[in-house]
């Protein structure tokens, strides 16, 4: 699997920013697309999920109402609108393409290797000033 992630950069607080990622190598309109965060010295968390016909989306509870994941499987590209951001919105952001529903939304964290979700890209950097 190839993953691009573009769209991150240096914002003011309040501002927005659109992610982007685009990715091959796998039936894109036919997977679950997540987007995670890590913030320096954290662990990597998910921020936002978005199923293979984009009817249904999860989101952590601290970005509801600012973020909104989308896809085009025309493109296979899934996008994430972040409005209104905060200092605390400050991570490296990655891609997750083709995750499964229940790994990106938290309800499974693997615990063997053998499970765990391998297929990253390098992220895109967001920092949120004040």
């Known amino acids: 699997v190839q993953v691009a992630e573009s769209g991150g950069g240096l914002v003011q607080a309040g501002g927005s920013l659109r992610l982007s990622c685009t990715a091959s190598?796998?039936?894109?309109?036919?997977?679950?697309m997540g987007w995670f965060r890590q913030a320096q010295g954290k662990d990597r968390e998910s921020v936002a999920c978005i199923s293979w016909g984009g009817t249904q989306t999860h989101y952590r509870d601290s970005v509801k109402g600012r973020f909104t994941i989308s896809r085009d499987n025309a493109k296979n590209t899934v996008y994430l609108q972040m409005n209104n951001l905060k200092p605390e919105d400050t991570a490296m952001y990655y891609c997750?393409?083709?995750?499964?529903?229940?790994?990106?939304?938290?309800?499974?964290?693997?615990?063997?290797?053998?499970?765990?979700?391998?297929?990253w890209g390098q992220g895109t950097q967001v920092t949120v000033s004040t």
């Open positions: 190598g796998l039936k894109f309109a036919d997977r679950t």
């Open positions: 997750a393409p083709g995750i499964h529903w229940d790994k990106c939304t938290g309800v499974w964290v693997p615990e063997n290797e053998g499970d765990k979700f391998k297929d």
